[in-house]
């Protein structure tokens, strides 16, 4: 039933929820997990000591409470009336053990959280600092966006799980341990009961587990289908009703319906399953210290007090031990975890840059290719053998059709990737001995992808100035037609752009992305016009901004789209697969009639 | 609620059940500890054997008792809130379906499906945990108490005070941590949004060297969204100890002031035993309340936001009396007079709309963004309804006709290429499920996707992963342009479909869709001069309104709205070549 999802439409993707994962390499992980928390090593171990004497005394108490009873047992059949002093001391003596377990316990809990909240902060600096080392090349994968938002869930996993399991771990450890000394020392008859429970439990709570577990592999299967299908239905709305595909999604529905009902009431039944069974099973153990006890009572042997700490005690035993049994379940999430944010740390990073030239002061605008080779993954190279010799202020129009990979010029230039041979140069210095920082200085980047980041119209504007006053801003942004629409804004200036933001078209985010480049004022320009997604007014405005963005006597490379662009372009770069083709003006490479003549001549093709 | 409460009718009996399961399982737990004191009351204290054995005995069979009372609860409350969620999800899943495109917009998509995944979910969850605790919590609580009064009245105060610094505590918690909460979820949410544009903008960001800039802004966040976690877990973190503490000192306060009672002979020591045991149900009775408390706030949000799906009534219905269209329809499309504008809207989107779009003729449809294109579009197979006016297929309204017949009549490929999860042969079948592998070629052959789709390993067989991730944006449209071809309907629409196809793909598509679609009705809806001026009659909408209608050469003379979108597109020198 499962596997049929897998074939026809609309079976969803699963989605992650799973069962405990486990980790591939635990112990170098937890090598690894355990030098993050070196720094910690004092609060940790002040908080172990903590813990150890919160539950100590917390373990002592039922004893104690018994020999109160016992005091007051033994006043009764003495006839002389109970000794309240005796018995008040003991008391206080609970009550400041009651009161001292408390507060350790509450200390070791505040010192617990700053560690492990301290923790979760530096993984998560950690993480965000990496994303600025990794080479662009990390990121090309389209995969990899949802690594980084797993690796950044990992961390609240590691983290919750450093705040509580781990101490509750120890505390249950200390707790089984501590207790079956104690009943052990008080009597080794009702200790076996108490012990010989277990088995009997434990292998209910198996029996039932591995039910369960199948059960609820099977649950998290459906629910991922049926996640799936309810998503990938309504998203595709439009298109179910203009086939009318209605009756076949409802019947797909159903059949997924069923089947989670089922996995669904069986996996709720078997957990909650757990409860009843663990208190019989308790409750039998209570039921034979009683009896046996009560027997050992009447001869003698032990006390009332003891028969009741025995009950307290076994009532406290069970918990802490399918604590201890699901130890592994814990570590294993934990490590999990933190196997894929290691994972992620470890991941190659750039080259830092070593004797690098200085940029020119002042710059020209030469751009030099010369013999340039280049690939994505070091297979076959894309760009081959590419020369060229692009004049300062020169307009360079970039030509191709979609997907030809017209993006790689902007990669190189930018140095967003490395050339493999072959050099390019900028006012006859290679791009390759000057610092990334500086080459990117000289370029301003108006891509179609138009990324704004979560702050204000004004803050995404100054976003290369961030120094830029408000009257600045507002200059570049009547420059590049952005004024307009801005004012028409909630709150103008200040509006917050978010990823919700259903007021701002694509054309008028790239509006602003001009403003930025205007505002930033380098000295090369990187384009890329706008294509049809964009209306025609916009597009009207885009263009007057990208003009001026271009007039201003600056080296500029563009990703065309536009006739009248291309045919003005000084430079014409003809791209076909990633590489090069073809290059000249317009006329030239009409007259050629070669891939460019083919493209062109289309357009009107009817 | 309506609906919710309508669908658990049926469930009426069994709940009723689950509740007398679970007033047998509390008498017989609440019973527990007067054996203790019994056993130890009559047995231990006055060596009578007998007494222990009888009185353990019967707390084994009781025990056992309530544990299947508590299984059978258990059982019957999945089952119930199981079959509840299924008939839940069951019916907002048919009303979805149903929902016309003015519905499904009034909630976006992504609501939707939260609504009809996660919030049923919910829903599920805490009405079966409601369902075990409800009435366990009162009978457990109420029913402890009273025992323990019985047995020793002059102590009652103790338990008073216990549950009352509990009930502080608990309400400190509800008023002052439960809200930051929600502050911490909206932060972990900034995180991630934090790191997807740190990831999405990393070319801009690195063109602008301004990674620090990003990092300490991502700095910011993680400090306050460390800060307050570390204030809600030390918050929260109180409850624990306070708990044991206030257990303990009960349990302390009950020997040391039962002491004195067994001394004036008012109480024997086993009942000490019971009364803790009272006391410690007790507490956890009123845990359990509270518990109730928290969650029914949150089902309550699940449950609104579910209902409201359900009251929708769908404003597309199918007529009373259907008219059908005749075996040799001929396809032809008329707007008589439409206007149209969204409900609870005051702006017109279309305005008095009137044309005409034969069979075996190109109609385009050209203007600016919010000019009304798409909703006119949609508008045919009725996706919205007009506000007035009519459109007529074959001289019918398309109201008078079933949905259903209606639409097997139309092939729209929408802006948006959407495509299924599946092999890209099972997106193929959609549109007609006998369709034979050189039907599909043939489609894909107009669509000039054949070229692509052969270069995939598995060819037709290759999957479409959801979303279609990995296609390109015109190998998207390209499919979706196929599935509406294959579908062999009288009536074509496409809506800006062309717009990630560069100029040579696009024209050699629309160039093939001419020939091979000679008899259809084509509506194309472009951004694209280049797109739409070959059309038989071209469509300039203008805020709604018809700025002009006619052909290319014809609109470049008469038509305002057109030149300036022309002139937008193309050079002086190709608005000639156009003309020629």
């Keep these: 039933m499962a596997n049929e999802n897998k074939q026809g439409l609309g079976g969803g993707r699963r989605r992650g929820r799973m069962s405990t994962e486990k980790p591939k390499d635990f112990k170098n992980t937890s090598k690894k997990l355990l030098n993050y928390l070196k720094p910690y090593k004092t609060i940790f171990i002040f908080s172990i000591i903590l813990a150890t004497l919160s539950t100590v005394f917390s373990i002592l108490n039922p004893k104690i409470l018994g020999e109160m009873t016992d005091t007051i047992v033994k006043g009764i059949e003495s006839n002389k009336g109970i000794d309240f002093q005796a018995l008040g001391k003991t008391a206080l003596i609970l009550l400041s053990l009651y009161i001292a377990s408390a507060i350790f316990n509450y200390i070791e809990l505040w010192l617990m959280s700053s560690a492990s909240q301290q923790i979760t902060y530096n993984l998560r600096k950690d993480i965000a600092s990496k994303i600025s080392r990794l080479p662009l090349k990390y990121f090309d994968s389209s995969q990899r966006g949802d690594v980084v938002s797993r690796v950044t869930n990992d961390v609240e996993t590691i983290s919750q799980n450093l705040n509580q399991s781990l101490v509750q771990l120890l ?62 239905m309504f998203s595709n709305h439009l298109i179910v009703k203009s086939f009318n595909g209605e009756n076949k999604s409802t019947r797909k529905f159903n059949s997924i319906n069923e089947n989670l009902y089922e996995s669904n009431w069986k996996s709720q039944f078997l957990a909650g399953l757990m409860m009843p069974i663990m208190s019989v099973a308790n409750n039998l153990g ?9 027997r050992m009572a009447i001869s003698g ?15 406290h035993f069970t918990q802490p031990i399918t604590q201890v049994a699901n130890i592994t379940n814990i570590l294993q999430s934990t490590v999990a975890a933190a196997e894929r944010i290691f994972e992620f740390l470890a991941e190659e990073e750039e080259k830092p840059e070593i004797d690098v030239i200085p940029a020119p002061e002042h710059v020209n605008g030469e ?26 202020k020169c307009n360079v129009a970039i030509v191709g059709p979609t997907g030809a990979g017209k993006t790689t010029i902007v990669n190189l230039l930018m140095r967003f990737y490395d050339i493999d041979k072959g050099s390019i140069s900028i006012d006859g210095i290679d791009i390759d001995k000057m610092s990334k920082k500086d080459v990117r200085q000289m370029f301003g980047m108006v891509l179609q992808d138009t ?84 209306d025609t007014r916009t597009e009207i405005a885009i263009q007057a901004a990208m003009d001026k963005l271009t007039d201003n006597n600056k080296t500029s490379f563009v990703i065309a789209h536009r006739l009248s662009t291309i045919k003005n372009a000084d430079l014409i770069l003809v791209v076909k697969d990633g590489n090069i083709v073809e290059q000249g003006k317009h006329e030239e490479l009409l007259a050629k009639n070669g891939f460019y003549a083919s493209i062109y001549n289309s357009q009107f093709a009817e | 609620m309506k609906h919710l409460l309508q669908y658990l009718k049926k469930y009426i009996p069994w709940i009723l059940l689950v509740f007398v399961l679970i007033g047998a399982q509390g008498f017989a737990t609440l019973s527990l500890p007067d054996y203790t004191s019994k056993i130890i009351n009559d047995g231990i204290a006055k060596n009578n054997m007998q007494a222990i054995w009888s009185n353990g005995l019967k707390m084994l069979a009781i025990t056992v008792l309530a544990g299947i009372f508590a299984v059978g609860v258990g059982y019957l409350a999945s089952k119930i809130a199981g079959g509840y969620a299924k008939k839940i999800r069951e019916e907002v899943f048919k009303k979805v379906e149903n929902f016309s495109l003015s519905e499904f917009n009034t909630f976006s998509s992504s609501s939707l499906i939260t609504r009809a995944t996660n919030d049923i979910q919910q829903i599920q969850n805490i009405f079966s945990i409601l369902l075990r605790l409800v009435l366990i919590a009162p009978i457990m609580g109420i029913g402890a108490i009273v025992k323990a009064y019985k047995l020793a009245p002059s102590m009652s105060w103790i338990i008073i005070v216990a549950i009352s610094i509990l009930l502080v505590l608990i309400i400190a918690i509800f008023f002052i941590a439960v ?21 999405s903008g990393v070319r801009v960001i690195r063109a602008y060297n301004k990674d620090e800039l990003i990092q300490n802004k991502f700095d910011e966040i993680n400090k306050q969204s460390t ?95 259907p008219k059908h269209f005749s075996n040799n329809m001929s396809g032809s499309i008329e707007f008589k007079n439409v206007s149209f504008r969204y409900e609870d809207s005051e702006q017109t989107v279309l305005a008095n709309v009137s044309f005409i779009a034969n069979p075996g003729k190109v109609t385009a449809i050209i203007g600016g963004t919010g000019s009304g294109k798409t909703t006119l579009l949609n508008l045919i197979p009725r996706l919205y309804d007009v506000s007035s006016g009519a459109v007529l297929i074959d001289g019918i309204d398309v109201r008078d006709i079933e949905q259903k017949e209606l639409r097997d009549a139309i092939a729209y490929v929408p802006q948006k290429a959407q495509l299924f999860f599946g092999t890209i042969k099972d997106n193929m ?21 054949t070229e692509f789709v052969n270069l995939l390993p598995k060819k037709l067989d290759d999957d479409v992963s959801q979303g279609g991730s990995n296609l390109s944006g015109g190998q998207k449209q390209r499919l979706t342009i196929a599935r509406a071809i294959l579908k062999r309907s009288k009536i074509y629409l496409f809506d800006d479909c062309f717009s990630a196809l560069d100029f040579k793909t696009d024209a050699l598509v629309r160039n093939a869709l001419n020939k091979e679609l000679s008899d259809a009705t084509i509506l194309i809806v472009g951004q694209r001069i280049s797109t739409i001026m070959g059309a038989d009659n071209i469509i300039v909408l203008d805020n709604g309104r018809i700025a002009g209608q006619g052909k290319h050469e014809y609109l470049l003379k008469t038509c305002s709205v057109y030149q300036e979108i022309v002139a937008s597109q193309l050079s002086e020198k190709e608005i000639n070549n156009t003309t020629k």
């Design chain 1, 286 to 294: 209570y039921v034979g210290v009683v009896l046996v006890g009560g």
């Design chain 2, 179 to 199: 809200p930051k909460f929600k502050v911490i979820q909206k932060l972990v949410d900034k995180i991630g949004l934090q790191i997807k544009e740190m990831i």
């Design chain 1, 367 to 392: 751009v030099v290719f010369n013999h340039v080779y280049f690939s994505y993954n070091n297979e076959e190279a894309i760009i081959k053998d590419f020369t060229a010799y692009i004049e300062p």
């Design chain 2, 429 to 449: 079948l959609y549109a007609r499920e006998n369709a034979t592998d050189a039907e599909i070629y043939k489609a894909l052959d107009i669509a000039q996707a």
């Design chain 1, 171 to 232: 505390e249950s450890i200390i707790k089984v341990i501590g207790i079956l000394i104690i009943m052990l020392t008080t009597s080794w008859q009702l200790s076996l009961i108490a012990i010989l429970i277990l088995p009997i439990s434990f292998l209910f709570v198996r029996v039932i587990m591995k039910k369960s577990q199948k059960n609820f592999e099977i649950h998290q299967q459906a629910l991922g289908d049926m996640d799936g299908h309810i998503e990938e």
């Design chain 2, 227 to 321: 800060k307050l976690n570390l204030f809600v877990t030390r918050f929260m973190g109180i409850l624990a100890p306070v708990m044991t503490l206030i257990m303990g000192l009960t349990s302390v306060g009950i020997v040391w002031f039962g002491s004195h009672l067994i001394d004036q002979n008012l109480l024997e020591v086993g009942d000490i035993l019971a009364l803790i045991q009272y006391i410690t149900q007790a507490i956890m009775a009123f845990l359990m309340f509270s518990v109730i408390f928290i969650l029914i706030p949150r089902a309550a949000v699940s449950i609104k936001r579910v209902e409201e799906v359900l009251t929708v009534e769908p404003s597309i219905k199918d007529p009373q009396n």
């Design chain 1, 301 to 315: 042997k032990i006390t009332i007090g003891d028969i009741q700490a025995f009950i307290q005690y076994m009532s």
């Design chain 1, 451 to 534: 990324w704004l980041f979560s702050g204000t119209v004004a803050e995404n504007i100054a976003f290369g100035r961030p120094s830029a006053t408000r009257e600045e801003i507002i200059k570049v942004a009547q420059e590049s037609y952005a004024d307009h629409f801005i004012r028409t804004l909630p709150n103008g200036y200040n509006t917050i752009i978010e990823d919700s933001i259903d007021n701002i078209s694509a054309g008028e985010k790239q509006l602003l992305t001009i403003a930025r480049a205007l505002l930033a004022d380098p000295p090369m320009l990187i384009l890329d016009e706008a294509t049809s997604s964009v």
